[in-house]
């Protein structure tokens, strides 16, 4: 079994930023990509941005300059820095992570459970 849990999120106005945050847990060997995904209401799910294990990374062109990934691969967790928020940037966001190797050899693909961002004045 694999586990993520994201935090982070919260109400904030136009301009501010917020850092979201993963962390895997389970019987984790290794992670090959962990990513962010959003999705608004009446929206499908979209992928905001990537991280590989050798930090390849690639954003969604909305939010290009404004956001940042990074990983902590020791401890298994992904964060999101995100800078000059827009209102359209108000989702629920999604971690992911893709390709866990676990101790039983097994290749698992894991979700969280999502956490609220809303940017409004």
């Known amino acids: 079994q694999v586990q993520l849990v994201e935090s982070g999120g919260g109400l904030v106005q136009p301009g501010e930023s917020l850092r979201l945050s993963c962390a895997a847990s389970?019987?984790?060997?290794?992670?090959?990509?962990m990513g962010w995904y959003r999705q608004a209401p009446g929206n499908q799910r979209e992928l905001v941005a990537y991280?590989?294990?050798?930090?390849?990374?690639n954003y969604a062109d909305s939010v290009k300059g404004r956001f940042t990934i990074s990983r902590d691969t020791a401890k298994n967790t992904v964060y999101l820095q995100m800078n000059s928020l827009k209102p359209e940037d108000t989702a629920v966001y999604y971690c992911?992570?893709?390709?866990?190797?676990?101790?039983?050899?097994?290749?698992?693909?894991?979700w969280g459970q999502g956490t609220q961002v809303t940017v409004s004045s």
């Open positions: 992911n992570a893709f390709q866990v190797l676990t101790t039983g050899g097994n290749l698992r693909h894991a």
């Open positions: 389970g019987s984790i060997v290794s992670i090959n990509t």
């Open positions: 991280i590989t294990s050798r930090s390849s990374t």
